[in-house]
């Protein structure tokens, strides 16, 4: 005789604390389907030109058809040449041969004026054989020329994200530095992290005793120091740095004061240096670094430090063992969004700091408005997530740091 299992009152129970977990998502289901679409989208489809990036393939039909035919890894033979030449006359057809000329240029610098040279000679002789199109074009005869042309001939690539890191292919299955005069990014990088750790440490340096001070004072006095903290951070981050590229100048405020306060005997160049730029963004980031402390200093009782005096502790004992530990999560909290933030700074190294103070954001800017290279802007500005998320994990994992569980 068979048996019907009765549900039991722990399978009712566990049933709707099931339902109950999911009505939550349910509601913001709307919200978060918004975000994927309007926000994480845009950028998976802009990350993905740092790999995917079809217009070699595109441009070239009949040469892939025959370098596919050619066994030869060096200059290839007079048939890949015929294919070439009439894959550059239809690509002038149809407009497309000056992205190929402007893609082939970015993986050999200097070879645009070639491609548009051979292929104004496709196109007023059909028949041009492969010692014409080298003398028209010397890259063609060289076996660099036609190992990038084979390699890009592949849709997905790992070019761009190997040129965010100054490598590129040097044979089959190795990989070596860029030559020198090309290796730009590492140090780009290594700039960014540098600006944004020296005014991290400078923010925490003016924001730790101004929180503490906040904490001590009076509430209505407190309110309006906190008031002062919060009117620029309200401010447009363009008009502040508008206002110290007055400040800064050589016959501005800040030199005034100093030359006033004897620190200097002379004048000194502020606006497009690097104090200048370390000057302005420590400013503008101080509330970011300021409020995290103070929300978590304001958390302490003052009758744990009382006590701890109380039993016989020095001051700084106190300080290290008591007070420290317990706010170290805002000093972290502040320092990890300020250092985040730093990473990303455009307009104040734009304005203030100089040709040598560029950060990879102006790097990426410049990619994607003025040269139209959305790959290599992929590419670093996936290097940059990258990093970013990185430091976040290590901070959240390691530190236990929790950005979404402070105050």
């Known amino acids: 005789m068979s048996s019907i299992a009765m549900p039991t009152p722990k399978t009712w129970i566990s049933a709707r604390d099931h339902s109950d977990s999911l009505r939550p998502l349910a509601l913001a289901a709307p919200l978060l389907l918004l975000l994927l679409f309007s926000f994480g989208a845009p950028i998976v489809a802009l990350l993905s030109r740092a790999v995917y990036e079809p217009t070699i393939a ?9 370098l596919r035919q050619d066994s030869g890894a060096g ?24 992205e190929l000329a402007k893609n082939l240029n970015t993986r050999l610098p200097g070879v645009r004026s070639q491609v548009l040279r051979v292929t104004r000679l496709a196109a007023q002789d059909p028949a041009a054989t492969k010692e014409a199109m080298i003398k028209a074009a010397p890259m063609l005869g060289e076996e660099k020329s036609w190992s990038a042309i084979r390699a890009g001939t592949n849709r997905f690539t790992s070019f761009f994200l190997l ?23 590492l140090r780009v990088f290594g700039r960014t992290f540098l600006i944004a750790t020296l005014v991290t440490l400078a923010t925490l340096a003016l924001a730790f005793p101004l929180a503490y001070l906040m904490t001590n004072l009076r509430p ?4 309006i120091v906190l008031v002062l903290v919060l009117l620029p951070f309200w401010t447009s981050i363009l008009v502040r740095t508008a206002a110290w590229t007055v400040i800064l100048q050589k016959y501005g405020i800040l030199n005034d004061l100093m030359l006033w306060l004897g620190v200097t005997s002379d004048r000194i160049e502020l606006m497009y240096s690097r104090t200048g730029l370390i000057i302005a963004m420590t400013h503008i980031q101080l ?46 909290a502040g320092c990890l969004l300020t250092f985040i933030l730093c990473l990303g700074y455009y307009i104040t190294p734009v304005l203030i700091g100089g040709a040598s103070d560029q950060l990879i954001s102006n790097f990426i800017a410049n990619y994607v408005n003025a040269e139209l290279n959305w790959e290599m802007a992929a590419a670093l500005s996936f290097v940059l997530l990258a990093s970013t998320l990185g430091l976040y994990i290590t901070m ?7 950005l979404f569980k402070m105050g």
Do not use: C
């Open 287 to 332: 509330p970011f670094t300021l409020l995290p402390i103070y929300s978590v200093m304001r958390s302490v009782q003052p009758s744990q430090l009382r006590a701890a005096q109380s039993l016989g502790g020095r001051p700084f004992t106190v300080f290290r063992r008591i007070y420290l530990p317990q706010v170290m999560p805002g000093v972290l």
């Open 163 to 185: 040129s965010a890191f100054d490598l590129r292919w040097t044979g089959q299955w190795t990989i070596g530095t860029v030559p020198a005069d090309q290796a730009v990014f």
């Open 58 to 66: 595109n441009a070239l039909p009949h040469t892939i058809a025959a």
């Open 75 to 98: 200059v290839p033979d007079e048939t890949v040449f015929r294919a070439f030449a009439t894959d550059l006359k239809d690509g002038q057809a149809a407009g497309t041969v000056y």
């Open 220 to 223: 209505a006095i407190a309110s």
């Open 396 to 402: 959240t994992r390691y530190l236990g740091l929790d």
